[in-house]
């Protein structure tokens, strides 16, 4: 059966079937329908759909909000498309955002919510206000012969039975020492069980690298798991326990992600 043919054979179907059919596919899915035809149209920007594209406990992550989030939203799918803008939660330490395509969940937790060995030692790292960052600040390693970074999340908090990335956002300055005479190991746990461990340089080597992101600022993939539907810890970490010095490196926080189709400027 052509498109054409099975936008007819969806049209003749009652209002209430066509948006319950409509809210099982996907946000770049209901956009495309509303272009079809005005009764599409409608069925496809029916609060029932877009209902189904936010997330369960989207009332919650609105209240967690740095600053308040007051706008009169008159549907679900013009407040689908605010949460599509990075969201400041939790006193400023995270930063949320929905996928506008699939309406997955993104999360950016700063360099002040992650577990960094040393970190409150302004001999080893400086915290200083940076307008580069999403956050207003970044902490940037002044020197170290160890390095130990660690970002923790819950499964419940992302999209379900979705495949994830994890990422630490960095940058390097400009006289940085160290960062590439040794590579770091870079693993994920969920619950008691490691589904991923590698390698990275954190400098410029042929192992596997940063890379540039839309936002200006680099990432370096810590690896990748499955969302699934439990509720168990998710632990990603960085260890590079060489013992040379090291120095220069400007962290941002970690950034999870699905896997597919993405927006760096979360």
Same mark, same amino acid.
């Given at each position: 059966?052509?498109?054409?043919?099975?936008?007819?054979?969806?049209?003749?179907?009652?209002?209430?079937?066509?948006?319950?059919?409509?809210?099982?596919?996907?946000?770049?899915?209901?956009?495309?329908?509303?272009?079809?035809?005005?009764?599409?149209?409608?069925?496809?920007?029916?609060?029932?759909?877009?209902?189904?594209?936010?997330?369960?406990?989207?009332?919650?992550?609105?209240?967690?909000?740095?600053?308040?989030?007051?706008?009169?939203?008159?549907?679900?799918?013009?407040?689908?498309?605010?949460?599509?803008?990075?969201?400041?939660?939790?006193?400023?330490?995270?930063? =949320?955002?929905?996928?506008?395509?699939?309406?997955?969940?993104?999360?950016?937790?700063?360099?002040?919510?992650?577990?960094?060995?040393?970190?409150?030692?302004?001999?080893?790292?400086?915290?200083?206000?940076?307008?580069?960052?999403?956050?207003?600040?970044?902490?940037?390693?002044?020197?170290?012969?160890?390095?130990?970074?660690?970002?923790?999340?819950?499964?419940?908090?992302?999209?379900?039975?979705?495949?994830?990335?994890?990422?630490?956002?960095?940058?390097?300055?400009?006289?940085?020492?160290?960062? *590439?005479?040794?590579?770091? &190991?870079?693993?994920?746990?969920?619950?008691?069980?490691?589904?991923?461990?590698?390698?990275?340089?954190?400098? *410029?080597?042929?192992?596997?690298?940063?890379?540039?992101?839309?936002?200006?600022?680099?990432?370096?993939?810590?690896? &990748?798991? =499955?969302?699934?539907?439990?509720?168990?810890?998710?632990?990603?970490?960085?260890?590079?326990?060489?013992?040379?010095?090291?120095?220069?490196?400007?962290?941002?926080?970690?950034?999870?992600?699905?896997?597919?189709?993405?927006?760096?400027?979360?």
């Amino acid at each position: 059966m052509n498109d054409m043919a099975t936008c007819s054979t969806i049209e003749s179907l009652p209002y209430d079937c066509v948006s319950e059919i409509l809210s099982r596919t996907s946000p770049l899915e209901a956009c495309r329908f509303s272009l079809v035809s005005t009764s599409l149209g409608s069925c496809a920007d029916s609060d029932t759909v877009w209902r189904a594209f936010l997330p369960s406990d989207y009332e919650d992550i609105v209240s967690r909000a740095v600053n308040p989030f007051t706008l009169h939203f008159s549907s679900h799918k013009q407040l689908f498309h605010a949460l599509c803008h990075p969201l400041l939660i939790d006193h400023g330490n995270k930063s =949320f955002k929905l996928d506008k395509c699939w309406g997955k969940q993104c999360y950016i937790i700063s360099a002040r919510e992650l577990s960094i060995a040393r970190g409150s030692d302004p001999m080893i790292w400086s915290w200083r206000p940076n307008p580069e960052s999403r956050f207003g600040e970044a902490a940037e390693l002044r020197r170290v012969n160890w390095l130990e970074i660690e970002g923790k999340m819950r499964r419940r908090n992302l999209t379900r039975n979705t495949s994830y990335g994890a990422y630490l956002i960095m940058k390097v300055c400009d006289g940085a020492y160290g960062l *590439d005479s040794a590579p770091s &190991e870079v693993s994920i746990s969920v619950g008691n069980k490691v589904q991923h461990r590698g390698k990275a340089y954190l400098g *410029d080597r042929t192992f596997q690298v940063p890379s540039k992101r839309e936002d200006g600022w680099m990432e370096i993939e810590m690896g &990748e798991f =499955f969302s699934g539907e439990g509720d168990e810890e998710i632990i990603m970490s960085l260890r590079e326990v060489g013992y040379q010095l090291k120095g220069g490196l400007i962290l941002e926080g970690i950034q999870v992600r699905p896997k597919t189709s993405y927006s760096a400027k979360c």
